[in-house]
């Protein structure tokens, strides 16, 4: 090119790696080896995880009583909301084959029950909760106030219809001796729940501090008569509420209810034997079609889970292998016509 | 816009218009448009109404805006309100900023026309004023080289006779002058300013309209009525020439004149894939609408068969709420939610990716010409993607691809070729170019543009070679400049082709100084003396004659005819004995042509006195003759023409700009169609395309269409079509030449299909038939199996139509490259206008999407700008569409779980900002950086434009196939995590099987998905993506740390519900466990699917890369065709941009300022007496013009 006159420079745009597209950059280039190597190590990876899970999966000892139809004069009972105050318990005898060994979880477990819906979730007050603002109540639409218009506390859907039975687990040592199986009703709500989502108000006395307030229709027993005995679980803070809080996700659930206390007889978890379970039937689920149920578990390194996630993982991890050697065949035969065609 | 302020201040429309001078009032009833022009939409009061007006027109915005107003029913919000607000508002402003920008850019230019000063004779005086202040029927004064304010009718000037020379180059391209002449009646008034200014003629004519060759309407004055026409019509945008000054009366102005009228409208233009991204909106919109719908029959018997009982224990409070109601309410609570599916932050993504590849075209130093300090210029950012997928080009010549500078290169005289430069084959060496050109210093006038490297001619010169100075005498000779003097004292010619300028100005160079003309003489300066030849007559140019002849008698007494003309015609009249120069003279003019230049032949003739006298008595009787006195004329011109003695032939360079052919070559390869539409004659264009390789020798035919009725033209196109699909073979007819009818034949014996290249050149005349009437169809059909398409004398507004009509049934991608306001319409109409800067006039500039400085910095435009803006925008879309399905249908999986209540699964922040935070910027670094092979590879190889124009990155199907890929993404993103949660409790043994870390997981689990996903994408990883990728990634981990902390829940708790949960979650080795499932599940076939197509079905792309990777150090290896040219034809055309009718100026001396006007010569009187000259002239132009009966052009 001949040399122009330049008499302008300053439109002359810069002459930088960004301006002119030219950024030192790596191009992703999808070759063989990367490729394969890294679907044989996925693959790998995926099915040796899926065994490792599906294991200890199975290692766990888990046992669920229904109770739903068990205490089916109790459910029968409850349908009438008129007769929430009609006291009516039931006893639900059940064999452990074997023994649970470790730390052993009492879950109550609601089937059907919707937690998730959008404006269940929506009607409760965070600010109430954090005993900050105990009187707003204007989220929890509609369980707001009562009816001779004193507001709610805790209010809302949510808290409304907290899961209120009352399950206590024996061990049968024999026919006449009945050991009350020790359960801890703490550390079953997250640490950020109990110490920072939920608080009471500060206050030397909890029931002055909500005097004015009215409980939750379906309650019984107002929020600070929660658990008399323990003034750290008694009021907001009171672990069964701050679970039951804790909406699920999905309509079928289990929420933690009791723990194992280690002590005497279960040091070492559940000895194998004669147990029944005592509840309290308060909680009504056949109006809406639901079930309840009462689980023991022991868990695992990864938590308490079913055997999904394992099962998945195997499989993703076989199909992932079937494709690497699918593709390791493809490239083989098309290097091989390649070679033969030069 | 022009058009719709016109059309408010004449709500009916115009039918007649009438003006009367220096009246104002009197105009002013009929409120007809003053000469102020709108460019501009708004004003600083109306930008706001009218802007979000417009904004809201837009379907999307409309529906974001109607989502928002959904929000607020409490009924049936399921989202918070700034979920939709912040984006829409961000959209908005973003929008509204850039129009506000364009919209003060198009302020300033309009001020800056409307500002312009012009002389307006007001209250009986000259005043200054400004050009938006000129009304209708004013009359003004301008001046030599002024702009033309406002359609004028030409009243008087300082030139006799009211003569007013004008350059239309603004109105058609074409840089020749124009002769405007006054009516003899106004012409009186001169420059008297009183008399002037008691001038009250009334003007009826035709209403606005677009037609700058037409013009009719009347002049009534002092009793008597003159017919006006087009000769007395000065448009806007001409430029006055060679006139001092010249006074004329507005009748159009503003946006009612010619040059406005032909701008066209300014349309909103649109890309395809807009318009495809419009249709898969409303695809999607469709698809929302079923969704929805599915959804709230799923409530509605959700409600009845649960709902019911759950409600009266859950919603104890509650009303009676019918299942129905309550599915109608979550039909708009589920639009809502889904609404994500078409996120708007699509729309802000798309202009902010464009925005990027308008600053790189703008930042681009390879478009950048120095010469002119001018660097290419997105004007528009809304349409680079387009730049990929071009498939038609059309090109204006002049200023487009010549520089309209013709040179004088070659000669050829006695035998002997003069100017052989450097070959570009090298094989003619004896000069090079870096041997010093001609030395012209010697002389006494040289011209600096002339390098012409040869100096055996100045030899031959100096030896006093007699055929030598002959021929260069006759260049000084023959010819129609006009010379006068600068006022440095400088000669300066006249031209009116440039062609002649060239020749006369290569003679001057070479010694023989044309140095001034009367009516009777002729003054050459032959090497440094004066010699004053008598002018006998002048035997004019005409189409047909296709040569012109001067006679003269130099001072020794004898008379001599000079001729130049096409080699063609003036062979045939060679005396027999020049058979051997005539063959040798024949071989050089081939070899010049074969160059692409433009060659003229050369031949005199001596007459002896008797039998001068003779014809010029008869020719003189001819002129007196009422009957027949064209055609006896014509006969004289022929009886006296023939036994010329051949002297040589001449060569000039219509100059193409730099790179014009190596482009053209390059995007022919690329599969672009490349049509030349022209205001210039038939040979000039035809030549200009054999010059840039447009047309070629090679090609198996070209075809000539120039029929002057609907019939001719249909009947000529469907001959050519015969030819092409080879019906008949033996189809010889004067309306259709070919080039090479041999190898015609040949061809289609061998071959029955449409394989060979065709060309097709039509003129302006014929394709306003073929464009107007059913003959359409048979124009397109044949012009689109033409590889090229030549178009000549077509007016601004053809141009357009042409380009309409490819546009309209070809659904291909146009785009027009011109430099002249003659371009605009078709700049404005075709998808993509490309302006040349740089020019003086800067309408084609202003109306255009982009502005090159040169017509091969187009090639770099498309290749690499165009071709990585659609590819990025066609990835940048599929990711897009993929990532929102994955991201939105996990609520529809959801609903069938929480009860149809429009529950969301996400957190509300997070939806809020998943689009415009977490995985906005590496879409965008992708679609502003990415590259799949470098810019020297999409420059070697063009065929990799080729997916562009075959819309084969992103079209429907690919849109399906997105849409799957996002929907199997959301079924694993969803299902996994439920599978895992059901039954789920944490290591501790608590809950977290809850919706709350239900949601970090999903959350969590899709950020890391859709950036695995992006990060497959991104083929070209720069700094920039890094940092994207990486950040974002991080960015989300950051906020969602935040937003769950404990002081920010403490100070919302309402809003920031989910305190503690990132930190719980997020410590589970359970929930690493499923976002590594989902990944792996969900990436892995798109890995194995995209490895197998590479491998099975690798595109052209994956196959540079690949060759490139396997020879990392070679460079690549340039695979351009030679550019071979065959010399089997040789295209002559006369004096290309000549106009007739000159000579009767000259011979009439009506154009030379002689201080005595009145008529001195016999020739003249008897001129004067019989006709006008002028309408001679206008009448011999319209002959020309519409009546071309010369339909076998031998090319």
């Known amino acids: 090119m001949e040399v122009m006159p330049q008499y302008d420079l300053s439109r002359l745009p810069e002459n930088t790696a960004l301006k002119q597209q030219k950024l030192p950059a790596h191009r992703l280039d999808l070759s063989a080896s990367v490729v394969l190597s890294i679907f044989f190590a996925t693959g790998g990876f995926c099915l040796c995880m899926g065994v490792i899970l599906i294991l200890s999966a199975k290692s766990t000892k888990e046992l669920e009583i229904n109770y739903t139809n068990i205490c089916a004069n109790c459910a029968q009972l409850r349908e009438d909301s008129s007769n929430f105050d009609k006291e009516c318990t039931c006893s639900v005898p059940f064999y452990l084959p074997e023994n649970m060994e470790g730390n052993v979880y009492m879950y109550y477990k609601l089937y059907g029950f919707h937690q998730n819906l959008y404006r269940y979730i929506l009607s409760r007050s965070n600010r109430q909760l954090l005993g900050k603002d105990i009187w707003d109540v204007k989220d929890c639409s509609p369980f707001q106030v009562s009816r001779n218009s004193t507001p709610i506390i805790p209010c809302g859907a949510i808290a409304n219809s907290i899961f209120n039975d009352t399950i206590t687990l024996s061990y049968n040592l024999n026919s006449s001796i009945h050991i009350e199986v020790p359960m801890l009703k703490s550390g079953l709500a997250w640490w950020t729940d109990k110490y920072v989502k939920f608080q009471n108000p500060r206050a030397s006395d909890l029931a002055s501090a909500f005097a004015g307030s009215a409980k939750p229709l379906h309650w019984t027993k107002p929020v600070y008569e929660l658990d008399t005995d323990d003034p750290g679980n008694n009021g907001f803070v009171n672990e069964d509420l701050i679970v039951w809080m804790r909406t699920a996700a999905f309509p079928t659930f289990k929420k933690l209810y009791r723990r194992l206390k280690r002590v005497d007889y279960f040091a070492v978890g559940l000895p194998a034997g004669n147990y029944s379970f005592n509840i309290s039937y308060n909680f009504p689920v056949t109006v809406f079609r639901g079930e309840k149920s009462v689980v023991l578990s022991t868990l695992t390194w990864i938590g308490g889970g079913g055997l999904f996630l394992g099962l998945t993982y195997t499989v993703t991890g076989a199909l992932t292998l079937l494709a690497s050697f699918a593709i390791l065949a493809i490239h083989l035969m098309l290097k091989r016509t390649k070679k033969n065609f030069l | ?1195």
């Open chain 2, 1 to 1195: 816009m022009e058009v719709d302020v016109r059309q408010m201040i004449h709500p009916t429309s115009e039918v007649e218009r009438v003006v009367k001078a220096n009246d104002r009032d009197y105009n002013e009833k009929f409120q007809y448009a003053d000469n102020r022009i709108y460019t501009s939409k708004y004003n600083i009061l109306t930008f706001l109404p009218i802007n979000l007006f417009e904004q809201f027109q837009r379907v999307a915005n409309a529906y974001f805006l109607f989502l928002l107003i959904l929000q607020l029913i409490p009924e049936i919000s399921s989202l918070t309100w700034f979920t939709t607000i912040v984006p829409l508002v961000l959209v908005i402003s973003m929008t509204a900023v850039k129009d506000a920008t364009d919209d003060y850019f198009r302020h300033k230019s309009d001020n800056q026309v409307n500002n312009r000063q012009s002389e307006v004779l007001i209250n009986s005086k000259l005043q200054n004023e400004k050009w938006m202040n000129v009304k209708v029927g004013d009359i003004i004064k301008l001046e030599n080289n002024q702009f033309v304010a406002a359609d004028l009718l030409l009243l008087s000037s300082s030139e006799p006779h009211g003569l007013c020379y004008v350059e239309t180059a603004e109105l058609d391209g074409e840089t020749n002058l124009k002769v405007r002449q006054a009516l003899p009646v106004t012409s009186e008034l001169g420059a008297d300013i009183s008399s002037l200014a008691k001038f009250d003629g009334i003007v009826i004519c035709e209403a606005p309209n677009n037609k700058l060759e037409k013009f009719s309407g009347v002049l009534s004055w002092k009793d008597s009525k003159h017919t006006l026409s087009n000769q007395k019509i000065i448009l806007r945008g001409c430029v006055l020439r060679n006139t001092r000054w010249c006074f004329g009366m507005v009748l159009f102005a503003g946006p009612d004149t010619k040059l406005m009228q032909n701008s066209g409208k300014t349309k909103f233009k649109r890309t395809s894939i807009d318009r495809l991204m419009n249709t898969l909106v409303i695809w999607i919109f469709g698809f929302l609408v079923c969704l929805g719908i599915i959804l709230a029959v799923g409530n509605s018997i959700w409600e009845s068969e649960f709902g019911g009982q759950f409600r009266t224990f859950l919603f104890w409070g509650e009303g009676e709420k019918s299942s129905l109601f309550s599915g109608f309410l979550t039909f708009w609570s589920y639009v809502i939610i889904l609404n994500t599916l078409v996120p708007i932050s699509l729309y802000v993504s798309v202009e902010v990716i464009r925005l990027g590849h308008s600053y790189f075209i703008n930042w681009d130093r390879k478009m950048y010409y120095a010469a002119k300090a001018m660097p290419a210029e997105a004007r528009t950012t809304t349409l680079n993607e387009e730049l990929g997928q071009i498939e038609y080009i059309f090109s204006d010549k002049t200023g487009t691809l010549t520089q309209n500078i013709m040179t004088f290169k070659k000669c050829s005289i006695n035998g002997r070729v003069y100017g052989e430069v450097l070959d570009d084959l090298g094989q003619k060496k004896e000069i090079t170019k870096k041997k010093e050109g001609v030395d012209f210093s010697g002389k006494s006038q040289p011209e600096r543009t002339l390098h012409f490297r040869d100096h055996s001619l100045m030899e031959s010169i100096e030896l006093g070679d007699p055929k030598v100075h002959e021929f260069l005498r006759l260049l000084a000779l023959c010819h129609t400049v006009m010379s006068e003097e600068d006022s440095a004292g400088q000669l300066v010619y006249q031209v009116q082709s440039p062609d002649e300028g060239a020749l006369v100005t290569a003679a001057r160079n070479f010694g023989f100084i044309f140095k001034s003309r009367t009516p009777e003489t002729i003054t050459v300066e032959e090497l440094g003396t004066p010699v004053t030849y008598q002018l006998l007559a002048f035997l004019d140019f005409s189409n047909i004659r296709k040569r012109m002849s001067v006679i003269v008698r130099n001072p020794e007494g004898q008379i001599k005819l000079y001729s130049k003309g096409a080699d063609t015609i003036l062979f045939e009249k060679l005396h027999p004995s020049n058979k051997d120069l005539l063959s040798l003279t024949s071989d050089h003019l081939n070899e010049f042509a074969s160059a692409g230049l433009r060659t003229l032949a050369i031949a005199y003739r001596d007459l002896d006195d008797k039998y001068f006298k003779m014809w010029q008595e008869m020719l003189e009787d001819a002129k007196a003759a009422t009957t027949e006195r064209d055609e006896r004329i014509s006969g004289l011109y022929e009886e006296i023409e023939r036994d010329l003695m051949l002297l040589g032939a001449t060569a000039v360079e219509d100059k193409l700009q730099e790179g014009v052919i190596e482009t053209i070559t390059t995007l022919s390869l690329a599969n672009i169609k490349i049509w030349i539409l022209t205001g210039d004659k038939q040979e000039t264009a035809i030549n200009i395309g054999y010059a840039c390789n447009v047309l070629t020798d090679a090609m198996d035919a070209v075809f000539v269409v120039t029929g002057n009725t609907a019939v001719e033209v249909r009947d000529e196109l469907r001959k050519a079509k015969e030819i092409l699909f080879g019906q008949n073979t033996s189809f010889s007819s004067g309306h259709v030449v070919y080039e090479s009818k041999q190898q015609l034949e040949l061809d289609l014996g061998a071959d029955e299909a449409v394989t060979g290249e065709y060309a097709l050149v039509i003129n302006g005349h014929s394709l306003a038939h073929a464009l107007e009437s059913d003959v359409e169809n048979d124009l397109l059909e044949l012009a689109c199996m033409c590889k090229t398409v030549v178009c000549c004398r077509v007016t601004p507004l053809q141009k357009a139509q042409v380009v309409e009509l490819v546009k309209k049934h070809r659904n291909a991608v146009t785009l027009a490259i011109g430099d002249g306001a003659n371009d605009v319409s078709m700049i404005k109409s075709a998808h993509i206008g490309i302006g040349i800067s740089g020019q003086e006039g800067l309408q084609a500039v202003l109306a255009s999407d982009y502005a090159l400085a040169q017509f091969r910095y187009l090639q770099r435009l498309l290749l690499v700008h165009g071709r990585w803006s659609y590819y990025r925008m066609c990835k940048f879309l599929c990711y897009f569409f993929y990532k929102n399905f994955a991201f939105t249908l996990v609520h529809f999986w959801f609903a069938f779980f929480c009860g149809f209540s429009a529950q969301t699964v996400y957190d509300q922040w997070f939806i809020t900002l998943f689009n415009i935070v977490y995985t906005s910027l590496p879409v965008l670094a992708m679609g502003i950086f990415d590259q799949d092979v470098s810019d020297q590879n999409s420059m070697d190889c063009p065929q990799l434009y080729e997916p562009g124009q075959l819309n084969l990155l992103f079209n429907k199907r690919r849109f399906f196939i997105c849409v799957a890929h996002g929907i199997y993404t959301s079924l694993a993103l969803f299902f996994i995590p439920y599978g895992s949660f059901y039954n789920l409790a944490g290591e501790d043994g608590q809950h977290i099987a809850d919706y709350q870390s239900f949601a970090v997981t999903m959350a969590t689990s899709l950020v890391i998905v859709v950036s695995v996903q992006i990060a497959l994408d991104t083929s070209y990883w720069t700094v920039v993506n890094h940092v994207f990728i990486w950040g974002s990634v991080a960015t989300y981990f950051f906020i969602l740390l935040i937003m769950h902390s404990r002081s920010v829940f403490g100070i919302f708790p309402q809003q920031f519900p989910f305190v503690g949960n990132a930190w719980h979650s997020l410590s589970q080795k359970f929930v690493w466990l499923v976002v590594l499932l989902i990944s792996v599940a969900s990436v892995m076939p798109v890995v194995t699917f995209r490895f197998l197509k590479m491998c099975l079905y690798p595109s052209l792309s994956d196959q540079i890369r690949r060759w490139q990777k396997a020879q990392r150090k070679e460079r690549p290896i340039r695979n351009r065709r030679p550019q071979s040219r065959s010399s089997s034809s040789r295209r002559s055309g006369y004096a290309f941009a000549h106009q007739e009718g000159y000579g009767e100026l000259i011979t009439s001396g009506k154009n030379m300022r002689a201080e005595s006007p009145a008529p001195t010569s016999g020739l003249e009187k008897m001129l004067y007496n019989n006709t006008s000259w002028i309408e001679n002239l206008c009448k011999k132009t319209t002959d020309v013009v519409s009546f071309n009966h010369d339909k076998t052009a031998k090319l």
